[in-house]
């Protein structure tokens, strides 16, 4: 099995407060791991520092084999292999679905249009979103939004995808659509890094879970053994808050 | 949430057709004259007011004692039917001044925005021109910069520069304006959220690609209604190149009046001006109202 991410002794300050106090953290190819922990734990921060959209203060991160944080790397062909997706979708609001996912690929694959269309399609149909492709963002449910995203960034056929809190924004009723297609790219054996506050959701799809606390990984493991015998006090106090707010 | 207020509409909606298409829309009158239709008796009271009042206003102003000396001076029929044709000739120098005026600050105006908008430490002295620029031009009164430039120029004698009253009055508007638009445009850009460039660097965009695929569409489209505002500034700011010896409109309406000793060629020319801002003026207050509407119903969903 290879090695899709691996991460050394990463450390990130901003300004005074530092988010992540020395991070280790490796995940093979077509694994899915999860990563917990409360808000400000410094689960974003982390994944926003794989994909090179905040810099490092000390330690590496490898995508592959290359050394992405080493000096002279250029980020963007780099950024290309990563993909995000964000907890507020941020699709662009001018543009239609079609050209939300067909940017990158035309401006940077250097696709041409109908290539770019033509496989745009193929993954929005895949998805279910075909229908949507000449509607603009605001026309469409949130849930619909970020499965957009998603797509948008599948366009780019990265080697491993990073989601931030993807359902954190979306009514209840349109988190189950957006958790079936990240699923859906589990099985189909995609490397996904995924924040998330669904612990029902991260039991079933996640190989392993990983419990930031303090900008440090407490705790990893199986997810059954994390969610029903936690070994840390700080573990347990987390999960008997999500329990007790319902989301369990 | 923005109630939809009474439609505009009802101040041109003919009050006693009948409109086929609205069944029972003929028996209008009879119901506005009974009191029946709230919003109709509002407009009749306000035409009502609206005739009263200026009418009083226009009474007093005819029966003031310096009445017919003004009229003589600003208002003369005879000297505005004479004068109009003829300044309305030369104010087509006016939009040719000002209609390759605002192309020209459109892009030099995108220019700078873009060199003050650029980050990093590296782009320090390109932010600090740029930064410098805007604040001297929005600094000296446009009249001084189209004198240095007009007269100014030319007087070095140079090899190679020109010497042609338009040039330099297009290209001194142009400066001029170009640092307020600059800053409109700037406005704009820092109104698009950063999570909008972050979601374009992830792709893979570069600085410039997110620059100009992303923050720049959303940016213009944000700041027309300021932009057009600032176009009319520059439309009537075209008439200051008259002090570098150009005939256009004020030019033509000032020889004129010097000669008949009649301020009419000047109202008529303020006319001019006036018929072509308003409609701009207009476009503008419908574009804000617009981007509201849009953002409400946005902020709805």
């Known amino acids: ?248 | 949430m923005g109630q939809p207020g009474p439609s505009p509409n009802v101040y041109f909606s003919p009050g006693g057709e009948s409109d086929p298409r609205v069944p029972g829309s003929g028996d209008r009158r009879p119901r506005i004259l009974g009191g029946g239709d709230s919003s109709a008796r509002n407009v009749w009271i306000a035409v009502a007011s609206t005739v009263i009042f200026f009418g009083f206003i226009a009474l007093i102003v005819v029966r003031s004692p310096g009445w017919p000396e003004i009229k003589e001076s600003f208002f003369n029929g005879a000297e505005f039917r004479a004068s109009f044709p003829v300044i309305l000739q030369k104010f087509v120098r006016n939009i040719f001044i000002f209609c390759i005026a605002e192309v020209l600050v459109l892009i030099l105006a995108l220019f700078i925005a873009v060199l003050r908008s650029l980050p990093g430490p590296v782009f320090t002295p390109l932010r600090i021109m740029a930064a410098a620029y805007t604040d001297l031009f929005r600094g000296v009164p446009t009249i001084l910069v189209i004198l240095l430039l007009g007269y100014g120029m030319p007087a070095l004698n140079l090899q190679g520069i020109p010497d042609n009253d338009y040039l330099w009055g297009i290209l001194a508007l142009t400066l001029v304006y170009s640092a307020y638009v600059a800053e409109v445009y700037r406005a704009g850009i820092q109104s698009v959220h950063p999570s909008q460039v972050a979601a374009a660097r992830s792709l893979g965009l570069s600085r410039w690609q997110s620059m100009r695929h992303v923050v720049l569409p959303q940016a213009v489209r944000r700041v027309i209604p300021p932009l057009l505002n600032d176009f009319i500034g520059l439309q009537k700011d075209s008439a200051l190149v008259f002090v570098l010896g150009v005939v256009d409109a004020l030019g033509q309406a000032q020889i004129i009046q010097q000669g008949d000793f009649n301020f009419t060629p000047l109202v008529a020319l303020s006319l001019i001006f006036i018929v072509i801002t308003i409609p701009q003026a207009r476009l503008v207050d419908w574009l804000i109202a617009r981007d509201q509407r849009k953002r409400q119903s946005s902020a709805a969903v």
Request: net charge negative; charged share 30%.
């Open chain 1, 1 to 248: 099995m290879t090695r899709a991410v691996e991460i050394r002794g990463l450390h990130k300050s901003f300004d005074d407060l530092e988010v992540l106090k020395g991070i280790d953290l490796a995940v093979d190819s077509h694994e899915v791991v999860c990563l917990i922990g409360a808000s400000g734990s410094g689960k974003s921060t982390l994944l926003r520092c794989i994909n090179l959209l905040e810099p490092i203060d000390a330690g590496s991160i490898a995508i592959g084999d290359e050394e992405i944080t080493a000096q002279g790397v250029n980020v963007d062909a780099t950024r290309r292999r990563v993909g995000i997706v964000f907890q507020a979708f941020n699709l662009f609001p001018h543009m239609t679905v079609l050209r939300n996912v067909t940017l990158a690929p035309r401006e940077v694959l250097k696709l041409s249009k109908a290539d770019a269309e033509r496989d745009a399609m193929a993954l929005l149909e895949r998805f279910g979103l075909a229908d949507k492709a000449l509607d603009y963002p605001d026309r469409l449910s949130g849930g619909q939004q970020q499965r957009v995203a998603i797509v948008r960034a599948l366009a780019m056929q990265p080697d491993i995808l990073l989601l931030d809190e993807v359902t954190s924004a979306l009514d209840p009723v349109l988190v189950a659509e957006v958790l079936d297609q990240i699923r859906e790219l589990a099985e189909q054996g995609m490397t996904m890094i995924i924040a998330t506050h669904e612990m029902g959701f991260a039991r079933d799809v996640a190989k392993r879970v990983f419990f930031l606390h303090e900008g440090q990984i407490l705790e990893e493991g199986r997810p059954d053994r994390i969610f029903s015998e936690p070994e840390k006090e700080e573990t347990r106090r987390f999960l008997d808050r999500i329990i007790a707010a319902g989301r369990m």
